[in-house]
């Protein structure tokens, strides 16, 4: 049985379940008690192995970049030439395949691609061990890791439904890449911080947007296999929110090298 006829099973199954004809006004009040639990551990279930596998992309990342920061000879085959835009492209191509593919590919594909990923990008990073003075990049690293760890507990625990902001970060999304594109040739210092201010609001909001998204599709899985894919994918998201905080603060607070 596929993923989508499991799902399907799975409703109707509970729409038996949760039809009061069939429970006393007590047997419904413990059905539905149990049935919340069953959703909540489960939630976190996912929830905890998508933290896990970002922590795990994070270290992958942070490992990388360090290497390339400090080697003067990865530097020199990575960052000239037509390089950059092939690890640029590789690294859009795998996001995609994880986001519009998950249902086609298997969960160690997945998890293949996300960790692929996580190194080539962690090796596009390295460029700020050129920019930035290291003591900042830990600093910098440190707050991220509160913030984020602030936001992701407030998604996970509020009662305040999210989704009413998806369209407010769907088109902050696309602002802030459109206003970048833009100061790239404007070059303008006042825009640059702007767009970075409003790049550390922008991934604070999506942090806990995107937890609390990942603990409401947890009820999606229905196996170990759903179970893998969603963690994987919830990791994803979270790991570029993470980055991408740590980038806009570090452009914010960090002190550049002489």
């Not at 009413?164 to 696309?174: A, E, V």
Request: with cysteine; net charge negative; hydrophobic share 50%.
């Amino acid at each position: 049985m596929d993923f989508e006829n499991k799902q399907k099973h799975r409703n109707e199954m509970s729409q038996m379940s949760n039809d009061n004809n069939w429970w006393t006004p007590v047997e419904a009040e413990v059905r539905d008690n149990v049935n919340f639990s069953y959703e909540e551990s489960y939630a976190r279930k996912v929830v905890n192995k998508s933290m896990a596998w970002m922590c795990f992309a994070l270290l992958l990342s942070a490992l990388s970049a360090w290497f390339v920061g400090h080697s003067e000879r990865t530097q020199a085959v990575l960052f000239t030439g037509y390089t950059p835009f092939i690890l640029f492209g590789a690294e859009i191509l795998m996001v995609v395949m994880l986001g519009a593919a998950i249902n086609k590919i298997s969960a160690s594909t997945a998890t293949l691609l996300f960790v692929l990923f996580s190194l080539v990008n962690g090796a596009s990073l390295g460029t700020i061990f050129l920019c930035y003075a290291e003591a900042s990049i830990f600093m910098v690293f440190g707050l991220t890791a509160l913030i984020f760890g602030g936001m992701a507990l407030y998604g996970y625990t509020t009662s305040s439904d999210l989704t009413k902001y998806s369209t407010l970060f769907m088109f902050g999304l696309i602002g802030i890449i459109v206003v970048s594109l833009i100061n790239f040739f404007l070059k303008s210092p006042m825009l640059y911080t702007a767009i970075s201010a409003f790049g550390v609001l922008l991934f604070i909001g999506l942090t806990a947007y995107d937890v609390q998204m990942i603990k409401k599709y947890a009820v999606m899985a229905v196996d170990e296999e759903s179970t893998t894919k969603l963690a994987v994918l919830g990791a994803l998201e979270l790991y570029l929110d993470f980055i991408n905080l740590f980038i806009y603060l570090l452009r914010l607070l960090g002190s550049r090298r002489d």
